[in-house]
């Protein structure tokens, strides 16, 4: 309804007029028509209690924040018979659904519209914490005291309160409540209260609803940072900040939660009050932290924090203590320098608490290791070095104790010391070892260790605990648990110095790792007997990499087959880096096995059968990949460059499938590889006085890849198939012009070509841009500019399509057609010192032709950018 209907005798309420709804409307594109409207909503048959209402649902732009304002208004009138007589009112909601709102009702005039409707919003928050705090005080839904009678205000099952012409109605508080934090539905209508008159129709006009009063309240964020130092003794740091809830940024909405933070550090060198001729380094290390927050509102709600009483606010508090021990002077005795110097002692303590609305934990963890790395000076016989040259160990132990209470609702209850909380304990020894040897020059051999232990007691109760029990070991009379966890890695790597012009090298490389869960639910029986032994379940797995390969150093070749000979050895040096390598991998991981593998497995010293089965255990997963790479690169007259490269993959993994290994074949080529570049520095001739510099290059690739995988019993003919073929093409201009004018041209092709189940896939996506960048300064006469003023020019096109040719089909039937063109101009200068200013349009046109959609839009920016610093007081 608007202006235009002049036979309902429409008039606009106060201070509403014809005005566009955006105020940048004249900035629009298009043409915008302007007309004052009303809604109009109309109901027959209306019965006391009953309603009629028109809602809107905030889906488009989200979710609305009515947290921000006091007031919501809204101009409300009547026609027709009904108003007058006290028989209808006027309402408006705003919540989440139909079964969780707040309301306002009130009576409206059809004389005129005012007076104007205004809602407090305070008035329903208290609402919503009054059933809030019924809610968890153990009451059953019910309309409460206050409220209409059951004509006006039925009982539907849920929680009702009322103050006045306020309502706040919620079906669960635990679930989805209303939420003036974020408002997802609004509806104004009509109910009727009363039955003094015969009453067919119903009319309501509804105009201009709005959020009025915003909330001002200041916000404020402060911090204090202080660092102490006590010459080379003791350093100290105090931390102190604070955040209130109603503390924002430009442009952002407030926490509504007080933040609160605190924290000290500091270091004590102990050994500043020991002897200076022990040579002892001794940092002790304390650090202290806590943190608050105070609610106003709960996150995410309109519930105010301070309404409800026993809240649990969230808080933490954690602090460390840390101490170790080293040697800072070589001891003047051999033996201490070879067991005393390279050896370190560490030990730490933490504890913790934290608390929030539902939750509740407390933690605390300690640790204590010796760290030994020795480093000795070579002793040789003859070309042979025969002791290592590196020795490191560490050992340690190490422990932890939590608890964790969880909780129904946010608020303490009597109920809450019958919780039994979730504990978790661990204390481990773990250790870890290695050395270095370099027997030859060019021969390095690396061998690591490393082992954890469970020293925590499960128990005889369960059958995991009792074979945990079992397997628990002694050392030296003392209890060392059940090792969790092992690793052994080796390196093996050698560059021989065969000749200057030749580098070979060869690297055998192995990684076994196991692993073994206490804490797994069921054992696992000995392998193919459903009766036989229990046993801790237990992964584990092993890689073995080999890799051989040289590099050829074309000038050196060169000059050991020709000696001096200068142009022979100018012709040989223009080839760069061919390099050749051969590689070969095998992986298998167990998965839930019964067994510790062989010695031989964990040393990757068996064959690939080896990997694929262990004393009758098949592997989840095992495969054997092979690689070939071939590359190289010359240098060639006229500033061209040309490097090319080969690469092939072939490779088969065993998959378990039920009780049997299926194979996946794989394949790929890389070949065609190469690239092209030209670069001119400097260019002689007339162009020198337009073109300093010219660099162009051009890459094409051609990949493939291919995998097959067998059908389970080896079935060739129902293997499942897929091939993929990817080329591309990339050439790329750049271009810098006297006086400083930038210049360059790009462009990328990529086609590919996919079979999978008989369906062959083909995409091709093209792209092209150009740039353009240079400095000029205007006329004094228009502006006098500190610097000069920067322009970017960049034009690019983009098109994909993809189609799609499915099994036994000819055509190749397309379903994306994407096309896109984007021109952009940037203008940006500085002002020194601390200022820069700039000015940026763009177009984009989008043309989605799978869909018949087209868009463009039009973009003009300009941004400014002030960069500040401020010091310290010290």
């Given amino acids: 309804m608007s202006t235009e209907n002049q036979d309902l005798g429409y008039t606009p309420p106060p201070g509403v007029i014809d005005e566009a709804a955006r105020r940048d409307a004249g900035l629009q594109l298009g043409v915008t028509q302007i007309n004052e409207q009303s809604l109009r909503l109309l109901a027959r048959g209306l019965a006391t209690g009953q309603h009629a209402e028109a809602f809107t649902r905030f889906t488009s732009a989200g979710d609305k924040n009515f947290l921000k304002y006091r007031r919501l208004r809204v101009w409300a009138r009547g026609r027709g018979t009904g108003w007058d007589e006290g028989d209808l009112h006027f309402y408006v909601k705003a919540g989440k659904d139909e079964n969780n709102f707040y309301l306002y009702h009130v009576p409206a005039r059809t004389t005129s519209w005012e007076p104007e409707v205004v809602v407090d919003l305070e008035r329903w928050l208290v609402l919503r914490a009054r059933i809030e705090r019924a809610w968890l005080r153990g009451d059953t839904a019910q309309v409460y005291a206050g409220c209409p009678d059951a004509t006006i205000v039925p009982f539907d099952s849920a929680y009702v309160m009322c103050d006045g012409p306020y309502v706040a109605h919620v079906r669960n508080p635990g679930t989805a409540p209303p939420n003036l934090a974020a408002v997802q539905e609004l509806a104004a209508g009509m109910l009727r209260v009363d039955s003094r008159v015969l009453l067919d129709q119903a009319e309501l006009w509804v105009d201009d609803i709005r959020l009025s009063d915003v909330v001002q309240d200041a916000g404020y964020a402060g911090a204090v940072d202080v660092t102490l130092t006590a010459a080379d003794v003791a350093d100290v740091a105090i931390s102190v900040s604070r955040r209130d809830a109603h503390y924002r940024q430009l442009g952002e909405d407030p926490s ?38 105070d609610p106003f509102y709960l996150a995410g709600t309109d519930l105010r924090g301070d309404a409800l009483a026993g809240l649990r606010t969230p808080q933490s508090r954690a602090a460390s203590y840390s101490l170790s021990l080293r040697r800072t002077r070589q001891a003047r005795s051999g033996l201490l320098r070879t067991l005393l110097d390279p050896a370190a002692l560490s030990a730490s303590y933490s504890d913790g608490t934290t608390r929030s609305d539902l939750a509740s934990a407390t933690s605390s963890s300690y640790a204590l290791g010796l760290d030994y790395n020795l480093s000795p000076g070579a002793v040789r016989w003859g070309p042979f070095r025969v002791n290592p040259a590196n020795i490191r160990f560490r050992t340690g132990v190490a422990g932890s104790e939590g608890s964790r209470f969880t909780y129904l609702v946010p608020v303490a209850r009597d109920s809450d010391t019958l919780a039994a909380p979730a504990r978790s304990r661990t204390k481990l020894w773990r250790s870890a070892g290695g050395l270095d040897l370099l027997p030859l020059g060019g021969v390095q051999l690396r061998v690591d260790v490393a082992s954890q232990r469970d020293l925590r007691d499960y128990g005889d109760s369960t059958t995991i605990g009792r074979l945990v029990r079992q397997e628990r070991r002694t050392f030296l009379g003392r209890d060392v648990g059940l090792e969790t966890q092992r690793s052994v890695t080796t390196l093996l790597n050698l560059t021989p110095p065969l000749a200057a012009w030749l580098r070979p090298r060869a690297t055998l490389a192995t990684g076994f790792f196991l ?25 584990f797995g092993n890689s073995r990499r080999l890799e051989l390969g040289a590099q050829l150093d074309a000038r050196r070749l060169g000059r050991a087959l020709f000696g001096d000979s200068a142009d022979v050895v100018r012709l040989f040096s223009r080839l760069t880096g061919p390099d050749v390598s051969y590689g070969r991998v095998w992986t298998s991981s167990y998965d839930r096995a019964p067994l510790t593998p062989s010695l ?22 095992a495969a054997d990949n092979h690689s070939f790479n071939l590359g190289g690169g010359a240098e060639l007259p006229v500033g061209l460059r040309v490097r090319a490269n080969y690469q092939r993959l072939q490779g088969i993994t065993w998959v378990l499938r039920t009780d049997q290994q299926v194979p996946l074949h794989t394949r790929g080529r890389d070949w065609p590889s190469a690239t092209v570049a030209w ?36 079935d060739s003919a129902g ?95 397309p379903y994306v057609d994407s096309r896109q063109v984007q021109a952009q101009l940037t203008l940006d200068t500085e002002f020194p010192p601390s200022l820069s200013a700039g000015f940026q349009m763009a177009y984009l046109v989008n043309d989605e032709r799978q869909t018949s959609r087209k868009t463009s839009q039009l973009a003009i ?10 010091g310290q007081i010290r």
């Fill in 256 to 293: 509504y939660l007080t933040d609160n933070a605190a924290s000290v550090a500091g270091t004590v060198r102990l050994d500043r009050f020991l002897p200076d001729r022990w040579g002892i380094a001794a940092p002790l290390t304390v650090r202290y932290a806590a943190t608050s927050s």
């Fill in 515 to 539: 692993s073994r869960d206490p804490n797994a639910r069921d054992p696992v029986r000995d392998v193919g007997d459903t009766a036989g032994g229990f046993h801790i379940p237990a992964g």
């Fill in 600 to 621: 031989g497995y964990q040393l990757a010293l068996v064959g690939f059968s080896g990997f694929r089965e262990q004393d009758g255990l098949r592997a989840g997963a």
């Fill in 679 to 714: 670069s001119v520095a400097a260019p002689r001739g007339a162009i020198a006085r337009l073109l300093a510099s010219l660099t162009a290059q051009v890459t094409y690739r051609r990949r493939e890849a291919a995998t097959e995988q067998s059908a389970l019993g080896g």
């Fill in 719 to 813: 293997a499942a198939r897929t091939q993929l073929t990817e080329r591309s093409l990339t050439p790329a201009v750049a271009l810098t012009w006297v006086k400083g004018i930038l210049s360059s041209f790009d462009a990328a092709r990529l086609k590919t070509e996919q079979l999978a189940a008989g369906n062959l896939f083909r995409s091709e996506r093209n792209q092209a841009a150009g740039n353009l960048v240079f400095a000029f300064r205007p006329p004094a006469s228009l502006a006098r500019m500190p610097r000069d003023i920067r322009a970017t020019l960049r034009y690019q096109e983009t098109r994909s399509t993809s189609c799609l040719q499915a099994a036994g089909q000819a055509a190749c039937v």
């Fill in 861 to 870: 920016t300009a941004f400014v950018n002030l960069s500040t610093s401020v």
